[in-house]
T-cell receptor
Framework: EAQVTQNPRYLITVTGKKLTVTCSQN?????MSWYRQDPGLGLRQIYY???????DKGDVPEGYKVSRKEKRNFPLILESPSPNQTSLYFC???????????????FGPGTRLTVT | KNEVEQSPQNLTAQEGEFITINCSYS?????LHWLQQHPGGGIVSLFM???GKKKHGRLIATINIQEKHSSLHITASHPRDSAVYIC??????????????FGKGTKLSVKP
C-alpha cells in the first residue's frame, strides 16, 4: 500500500530534550516536505527536499533541522525543543512535477507534539 | 503575510446544496492546490491547478490567473463532505515544487 508513515504519532517531551520525528514513504517520490499546523495559523511549511541531499527552508524553519540521506526518509529534528514548538506536524511526499507532470501530495497521519 | 486568503472561514450547508469556497492570492504562483482535511485530521490532495478547470466527481475547481482567484465547488453536497478545505499556492519559478503557502482553511459542515 502506498503510504507515508510518521513516528511517533504522539509525543510529550520537556524543553531542551532533543527529539526526532521520522517520516518514510514507499512511493519512490523525489519531493518531501514537513509542515506544522496550529489553530488560527493553519498549515505552514518548515522544510522541504527536492531530492536526496537537497533541502531548503520553508516559512518557519527556525528551531528545526532536516536531512535527506535516502530517498524514502526525511526525518525532522528538534535539537532543543521549546513550548512554542508544540504543534501538529505533517510530513508529505510527491513525485517530481518536472519529471511526471503530477503534483499530488501524499500526507502522513500527523504527529502531535507537546513540549512542556 | 496573508498571501493566501480563503472565504468563508466557516460554512454550514444543507445536504444537496451547491457549495462554493473561494481562494484569493496576492503573489505570482506556478500552481494552486486544494486539499481536504477530514475531521479525524488526515489530509488528502484534491486538485492541482495552473489554469482553467478540473473536475473529479462532485468536486470542481477553477482558477483565474489574471484575477488571482480560485474556487472550489461541491455539487449535491453530502454530510460526508464535511471537512476543512485548504487552498495552497506554489510560488514561482514555474515548475518549482518548493515553497508552499497555505490559506487558513474553510470549515464546511453539511447537515442532513
Amino acid at each position: 500500500e502506498a503510504q507515508v508513515t510518521q513516528n511517533p504519532r504522539y509525543l510529550i517531551t520537556v524543553t531542551g530534550k532533543k527529539l526526532t520525528v521520522t517520516c518514510s514513504q514507499n512511493m519512490n517520490h523525489e519531493y518531501m516536505s514537513w509542515y506544522r499546523q496550529d489553530p488560527g495559523l493553519g498549515l505552514r511549511q518548515i522544510y522541504y527536499s527536492m531530492n536526496v541531499e537537497v533541502t531548503d527552508k520553508g516559512d518557519v524553519p527556525e528551531g528545526y533541522k532536516v536531512s535527506r540521506k535516502e530517498k524514502r526518509n526525511f526525518p525532522l529534528i528538534l535539537e532543543s525543543p521549546s513550548p512554542n514548538q508544540t504543534s501538529l506536524y505533517f510530513c508529505a511526499s510527491s513525485p517530481s512535477f518536472r519529471a511526471s507532470g503530477r503534483w499530488e501530495q501524499y500526507f502522513g497521519p500527523g504527529t502531535r507534539l507537546t513540549v512542556t | 503575510k496573508n498571501e493566501v486568503e480563503q472565504s468563508p472561514q466557516n460554512l454550514t450547508a444543507q445536504e444537496g446544496e451547491f457549495i462554493t469556497i473561494n481562494c484569493s492570492y496576492s503573489v505570482g504562483i506556478s500552481a494552486l492546490h486544494w486539499l481536504q482535511q477530514h475531521p479525524g485530521g488526515g489530509i488528502v490532495s484534491l486538485f492541482m491547478l495552473s489554469s482553467g478547470k478540473k473536475k473529479h466527481g462532485r468536486l470542481i475547481a477553477t482558477i483565474n490567473i489574471q484575477e488571482k482567484h480560485s474556487s472550489l465547488h461541491i455539487t449535491a453536497s453530502h454530510p460526508r463532505d464535511s471537512a476543512v478545505y485548504i487552498c495552497a499556492v506554489n510560488l514561482f519559478p514555474p515548475g518549482s515544487q518548493g515553497n508552499l503557502i497555505f490559506g487558513k482553511g474553510t470549515k464546511l459542515s453539511v447537515k442532513p
